[in-house]
């Protein structure tokens, strides 16, 4: 059984930065494909950065520049280094995993993804 536990979410300044982690369990990162999603109040949830099983990395136009998506195979943890937060990055970081590579596949597709954290919340005050 897949058990994603997310942590690092906080409440910082505009400007600011945080790591958020996901470590994973029943499940081996390198083998297959995981993402960051959010969901705000009020909003959809929508995805912020994924990485396949080859190591390719995918970010919406949002996060590309200001946020970093890495996976530590040995600890079996995904990261996600967030800089420059601004205000509208305030939501509910979810991390979600599948054992498929995702090649081909549209990897902010939620359906893609069996397994998925709790979330950990993320507040940016500006």
């Known amino acids: 059984q897949v058990h994603l536990v997310e942590s690092g979410g906080d409440s910082v300044q505009a400007g600011g930065s945080l790591r958020l982690s996901c470590a994973a369990t029943g499940v081996t990162l390198g083998r297959g494909c995981m993402a960051w999603f959010r969901q705000s109040s009020g909003k959809e949830r929508e995805g912020v950065a994924g990485?396949?099983?080859?190591?390719?990395?995918h970010y919406e136009d949002f996060a590309q520049g200001r946020f970093i998506i890495s996976r530590d195979n040995d600890k079996n943890t995904l990261h996600l280094q967030m800089n420059n937060l601004k205000a509208e990055d305030t939501a509910m970081y979810y991390c979600?995993?599948?054992?498929?590579?995702?090649?081909?596949?549209?990897?902010?597709?939620?359906?893609?993804?069996?397994?998925w954290g709790q979330g950990t919340q993320v507040t940016i005050s500006s």
């Open positions: 990485i396949k099983s080859d190591g390719t990395t």
């Open positions: 979600a995993a599948t054992g498929e590579s995702c090649f081909g596949r549209y990897i902010f597709d939620s359906r893609l993804f069996d397994s």
